[in-house]
C-alpha cells in the first residue's frame, strides 16, 4: 500500500496568515493526489484533483502543486472558514490511501 | 444539486452485521461508481473499497475482504455497504462518495477522486 505522510499533522494560524501543507508518498504517484478539507463533525469537501486542480466553487485562495511524491496545499490569507483538517489523498493504485490529516486552528 | 443522503446512526453489538444506505440523487445513477470510506473517532480516512454502479463490480479494500459487500438498487438509486462480524474497531462514521474520473493530460490513467459525500453514517459497536 502507499502511504501518504502529511507534515505538520497541526498548526496554528491568524486570520490573513498564509498556510503551507505538505504531503509525501512513500512512492512515485505522479500527479494522482486530490486535497479535501473537513470541518467538524462534516463530511470532507474536495478542493483539489490531480495535484492542481481547482474544484468548481472552492475559492482561489486555495492551490496545490507538486508530483511524484511531493506535493503541498496553500491556503493564502486564511479565512475564518479556512478553519479545519486537510486530508491528502493518492488515486493511484488501490488500496486509495488517505494523509493522516492536518489540523488548522486558530492562533 | 447532487447529493447522496445516507441512512442514519445505528448501535450494534459485536458480531452483529450493519447495513448502511447511500442514496444518490441530481446525476445518472449508473455514470459513476460509489466509494465507502469510514473514519474512527478521532482519525484519519480509510477507504473500505468502491462499488461500480454500471455493472456492479466491486473492488474491496484487502483489509475488509470477506467482512464487507457492497451492494446497489438501481431503481432507487442506492448503494449498500454491509459489514459483517463486527467489532468494536468498527466504530465510526462511515461516509459514501461519489467517485468521478476523467482523463486529464497524457496520462494513460484517468484522474479519479471523490466528490461530493453522503453525510456520514455514524456506527457504534458496544455491548
Known amino acids: 500500500d502507499i502511504q501518504m505522510t502529511q507534515s505538520p499533522s497541526s498548526l496554528s494560524a491568524s486570520v490573513g496568515d498564509r498556510v503551507t501543507i505538505t504531503c509525501r508518498a512513500s512512492?512515485?504517484?505522479?500527479?494522482?493526489l486530490n486535497w479535501y478539507q473537513q470541518r467538524p463533525g462534516k463530511a470532507p469537501t474536495l478542493l483539489i484533483y490531480a495535484a492542481s486542480n481547482l474544484q468548481s466553487g472552492v475559492p482561489s485562495r486555495f492551490s496545490g502543486g507538486g508530483s511524484g511524491t511531493d506535493f503541498f496545499l496553500t491556503i493564502n490569507s486564511l479565512q475564518p472558514d479556512d478553519f479545519a483538517s486537510y486530508f491528502c489523498?493518492?488515486?493511484?493504485?488501490?488500496?486509495?490511501?488517505f494523509g493522516q490529516g492536518t489540523k488548522v486552528d486558530i492562533k | 444539486q447532487v447529493q447522496l443522503v445516507q441512512s442514519g446512526g445505528d448501535l450494534k453489538k459485536p458480531g452483529a452485521s450493519v447495513k448502511v444506505s447511500c442514496r444518490a440523487s441530481?446525476?445518472?445513477?449508473?455514470?459513476?461508481?460509489i466509494a465507502w470510506v469510514r473514519q474512527a473517532p478521532g482519525q484519519g480516512l480509510e477507504w473500505m473499497g468502491r462499488?461500480?454502479?454500471?455493472?456492479?463490480?466491486?473492488n474491496y479494500a484487502q483489509k475488509f475482504q470477506g467482512r464487507v459487500t457492497m451492494t446497489m438498487d438501481t431503481f432507487t438509486s442506492t448503494a449498500y455497504m454491509e459489514l459483517r462480524s463486527l467489532t468494536s474497531d468498527d466504530t465510526a462514521v462511515y461516509f459514501c462518495?461519489?467517485?468521478?474520473?476523467?482523463?486529464?493530460?497524457?496520462?494513460?490513467?484517468?484522474?479519479?477522486?471523490?466528490?461530493?459525500w453522503g453525510q456520514g453514517t455514524m456506527v457504534t459497536v458496544s455491548s
Open positions: 441530481g446525476y445518472t445513477f449508473t455514470s459513476y461508481a
Open positions: 512512492q512515485n504517484i505522479r500527479n494522482y
Open positions: 489523498q493518492q488515486g493511484y493504485s488501490f488500496p486509495r490511501t
Open positions: 462518495a461519489r467517485l468521478n474520473v476523467r482523463r486529464l493530460g497524457m496520462n494513460r490513467e484517468p484522474q479519479n477522486w471523490f466528490a461530493p
Open positions: 462499488l461500480s454502479t454500471h455493472n456492479g463490480n466491486t
